[in-house]
């Protein structure tokens, strides 16, 4: 829209976002919760006058430096690149808003590096009361740059009154504030907790590594156990949206909140049972496997945390593909092609129609979806929809699935995204969707080359249109000059009316018998795959079938009401439970 | 007229003018941090290469310093970022993109050369003569890591160039065909390694008191980089000012009276840094260097603005005032440079306290 999309079909902004983000977010907990814990292992080893804890903080001091400064602060900049690359218009939002809340971040990152190297280089050169002062110096900086991009990253998801005054302080106090902050903070702690059992594992005195072993283990659950009442007071303070998402309609979120959980559990596990309990059995290979419990706890939250937010990039300001709310309307009415700032050709005709629809992919589906690549492949997704029922999907998108942002164009221009998807990619016809003439088109391109309307419908006029369809999945058997028709259940109805009356009454367009498949590829395909269907409803009764078509949602609150008319349920039903018993 | 391909730009919540006083006051410091970073690992690892004992041990003075100053290299190139896509967002960010690639990969190789540093710092004595190496190709790819910013600094300065996008989706496009950008760079980096070489006189400085020989040759080595680079950089100054068209050139000559004021001050400036130098006066010379910085840092300003001219002028940004942001900032700013100064005062008691040193 406003700004050029970066565009690898094949990878994907989303992904890239992710494997920095995930990794940073792992990293940069552990750079505040670290802190603390340093703080406390110094003061262990100095209470208990033991060198050994000492020359262990020390040495865990040197590995948070190395981590935490290098790894840590570049993939924070890099965050920042990646999203400015991905989505440079949410990112110059939350750049203009928050500028002076990004700038006190600044300063607090400047005094982290200051106090983090004054800690580690001064670590037994300076009074031990001064030395523990600095690292609590460290913290205090740390926490308060978590404190400040809590804010930022929580107005994204819950805006509040932000959005009805624009107010920085509303904006940044937003709803989701507090208990996002206690939940980060005690996941901080717990991860540190993890990264102090792993520096354990490396140590070489016994008694040194199963005392720092129980102290990592109290740590990392005590912190675990501390986060779980934020959790809840976070998922209750999301917008119902957003909750409906959490609490299962989506089914990607679940999946990734299940991994949450595992990890999670495994960790508590771990800490309790080979840290606090037995401490002997922290091995390297046990420390390893807390690590990546941590990482896959944390990277299911942060996932969770984006996921929840879709449509959007900042709830109900700016969409994912970069186009705002308020934009919406006008760009509806006036065509994106007239309105997008970045588009080559404005002009939608029929040469245009394949590049425009191109564009449209780019710039609408792109944020999201890739084109052949392994994440959320829109070329996979698309490959058994039809035409006319991508075209009527893209229209009705955000209806049918609340997360995928709403078509953004006039119908003309969703027609030709259809026609890209479908045609450009799987050489699918194109034919708009609807018009009266889709049977004649298809008879144009597929018939018209050897046989005349009036020829054939001296032979098929009579016959009803069910068999015509028939008749059209088995030319090959009529002829062995002709292959069996190729197109859609709904697009062989359209052309077996259209050869029932060439002229294109009202039967043309309306067949008597509404056809099961047609409905499916319609209705159910863009989500469905028919052996998926199929294997779900293997020992479904008829009348069981029947009734769910009319209460979808009692199935899934994801799945939108059908609201075919009864012939057009019991076709849909007869399709369905044959697609069971014959896969 | 080709089509212009410009975003429109989000609103400020204060004016312009401190965000490019900001911008303005915090770009030098990234640049005296990454000269030195630059400069210092240079002429490190040149020492290394030559040989010697005294080189050796410049040298490694030069590893342990080196990943202090890569972080406040970053640290300080966070702020000017930040006010920078602030006021020129809609031009960086789309620069950003139609370079991608390049400037994406920024990131990983920052990472890497970063951890050489901490290795090349850390093993120094144990890696011997792999040692140097290392430096070099940490030296590699900070430069090249330089090379992108001045693509994209020079390539959002040029929207005419922003269509060059629908041929370069993948973010595969340069600025570095452009004829003004070999003298850009090398101006840029020239002028780095010189400023490294007086972070090299200073740095023997420090040890003046334990190694008396190795401050020595510091100094001697540091100033003579320093004099000699500059005069380099001199000439690369006039090729990059010729380099740039007519209107643009006669801005600092007379065409613009702030622009015009400040590059005769900077010019009078490098002479005193000359004669400075060249009596190995290393305060003045230094003091001289930061004023000298700044200028330069006006007078890109001053550029940029004029490549915009055309199609973007800053009073153009939309204010929708809420100040009490900056006055939370100004505070923390405030109190931050407190507590840093605190951490500094009580680093140096310990180490006048213990006589040690690393």
């Given amino acids: 829209m406003n700004y050029p999309v970066w565009y690898l079909p094949e990878i994907g902004g989303g992904l890239l976002i992710a494997l920095i983000a995930v990794l940073h977010v792992f990293v940069s907990h552990f750079a505040v919760g670290g802190g603390l814990y340093l703080i406390y292992a110094e003061k262990k080893g100095l209470r208990e006058h033991n060198d050994g804890i000492l020359a262990f903080t020390k040495r865990h001091a040197r590995f948070f430096l190395l981590l935490t400064l290098v790894f840590g602060s570049i993939t924070g900049v890099g965050i920042w690149f990646i999203i400015a690359l991905v989505n440079p218009a949410a990112t110059s939002l939350l750049i203009h808003i928050f500028v002076f809340g990004w700038a006190v971040e600044w300063v607090f990152f400047l005094v982290e590096i200051v106090a983090a190297f004054v800690y580690f280089y001064m670590f037994g050169k300076m009074n031990p009361a001064t030395h523990l002062k600095v690292g609590w110096v460290y913290f205090i900086s740390a926490w308060m740059s978590l404190f400040l991009i809590n804010g930022i990253i929580g107005f994204m998801l819950t805006p509040g009154s932000w959005l009805e005054n624009g107010n920085f302080w509303n904006g940044f106090f937003n709803p989701s504030f507090w208990p996002s902050l206690g939940l980060r903070t005690f996941i901080a702690l717990m991860l540190a907790g993890v990264y102090g059992y792993l520096t354990a594992s490396f140590c070489q005195q016994r008694e040194v590594r199963l005392t720092m072993t129980r102290f990592s283990g109290k740590w990392a659950l005590g912190a675990l156990v501390a986060a779980l009442p934020f959790a809840w007071w976070y998922v209750v303070v999301l917008p119902e949206p957003a909750q409906k998402l959490v609490f299962g309609t989506s089914p990607t979120i679940a999946a990734a909140a299940q991994w949450g959980a595992v990890g999670a559990v495994a960790l508590l596990v771990i800490t309790l049972v080979a840290g606090i309990v037995r401490p002997a059995l922290n091995l390297r290979s046990v420390a390893a496997l807390a690590m990546v419990c941590g990482l896959i706890t944390i990277g299911s939250f942060e996932w969770i945390r984006e996921a929840a937010r879709r449509p959007y990039a900042i709830n109900e300001v700016i969409y994912s593909n970069m186009i705002k709310k308020e934009e919406l309307e006008r760009i509806t009415e006036q065509g994106y092609l007239q309105t997008a700032v970045w588009v080559e050709d404005r002009q939608l005709t029929d040469q245009s129609r394949p590049t425009a629809g191109e564009e449209l992919f780019i710039q609408q589906c792109y944020a999201c979806h890739t084109a052949g690549g392994w994440n959320n492949d829109l070329k996979a997704q698309t490959a058994r929809m039809s035409y006319p029922a991508m075209s009527s999907y893209i229209k009705r998108i955000h209806e049918v699935r609340y997360f995928m942002p709403p078509f953004a164009g006039t119908d003309a221009e969703a027609d030709a995204l259809a026609a890209y998807l479908v045609g450009s990619w799987h050489g699918k016809e194109e034919a708009p969707a609807g018009t009266e003439n889709a049977g004649e088109q298809l008879f144009d391109a597929q018939c018209a080359a050897c046989h005349a309307p009036e020829d054939l419908t001296e032979s098929l006029g009579g016959l009803p249109t069910g068999e015509i369809v028939d008749l059209l999945g088995r030319l090959d058997e009529i002829s062995t000059e002709m292959e069996p028709f190729s197109g859609s259940g709904s697009e062989a109805v359209a052309l077996a009316a259209f050869l029932r009356v060439p002229s294109g009454g009202e039967e043309a367009v309306a067949p008597a018998t509404p056809d099961g498949e047609m409905l499916f590829a319609d209705n159910c395909a863009v989500c469905h795959a028919p052996e998926d269907v199929a294997a779900v409803l293997e020992s479904w009764e008829r009348g069981a079938v029947r009734a769910a078509l009319d209460d979808l949602q009692a199935i899934s609150e994801e799945m939108p009401p059908y609201d075919g008319t009864a012939d057009e349920k019991d076709a849909l039903t007869d399709y369905l439970i044959d697609l069971g018993r014959n896969p | ?358």
Avoid at chain 2, 62 to 74: H, N
């Fill in chain 2, 1 to 358: 007229m080709a089509t212009l391909y410009i975003p429109a730009a989000d609103t400020i919540p204060v004016a312009w003018g401190w965000f490019q006083f900001f911008l303005l006051l915090t770009f030098p410091l990234h640049l005296l941090a990454m000269n030195a970073m630059l400069g210092g690992l240079a002429v490190g690892v040149g020492q290394q290469f030559i040989g010697g004992s005294v080189r050796d041990r410049l040298a490694h003075r030069l590893a342990v310093a080196l990943p202090l100053v890569i972080a406040f290299a970053v640290n300080f190139g966070v702020a000017p970022l930040l006010f920078l896509q602030v006021l020129y967002g809609q031009f960086m960010y789309t620069s950003s993109i139609l370079m991608g690639l390049f400037w994406i990969s920024i990131v990983p190789l920052l990472i890497v050369a970063y951890y050489g540093a901490y290795l090349y710092d850390f093993k120094f004595s144990r890696l011997g003569g792999a040692g140097k190496w290392i430096g070099l190709a940490v030296l590699l790819m900070l430069l090249t890591i330089a090379y992108f910013f001045v693509n994209n600094m020079l390539l959002m300065s040029l929207p005419e160039a922003f269509a060059g996008y629908f041929q370069h989706r993948a973010g595969t496009m340069l600025a570095s065909g452009e004829e003004v950008f070999p003298p850009r760079y090398l101006h840029m980096v020239t002028g780095a390694l010189a400023v490294g070489g007086l972070f090299v006189a200073l740095v023997g400085q420090f040890r003046s008191e334990q190694d008396g020989e190795l401050a020595a040759h510091a100094r001697d080595v540091g100033m003579k980089v320093f004099f000699r680079l500059t005069l380099v950089n001199i000439c690369l100054g006039v090729w990059y000012l010729l380099s740039q068209e007519r209107d643009t050139m006669l801005l600092f000559m007379g065409g613009n009276r702030g622009a015009t004021a400040v590059f005769s001050l900077a010019l009078l400036v490098i002479v005193v840094i000359l004669v400075a130098a060249y009596r190995r006066r290393l305060a003045v010379t230094v003091g001289s260097v930061v004023l000298l910085v700044y200028l330069m840092s006006f007078m890109r300003a001053w550029l940029r603005s004029d490549y915009l001219a055309e199609v973007f002028r800053l009073d153009q940004l939309a204010v929708v005032p809420q100040y009490s942001p900056l006055i939370f900032f100004l505070v923390v700013l405030l109190g931050g440079l407190i507590v840093i100064g605190w951490l500094l005062k009580k680093t140096a008691a310990a180490l006048v306290e213990s006589g040690a040193s690393r």
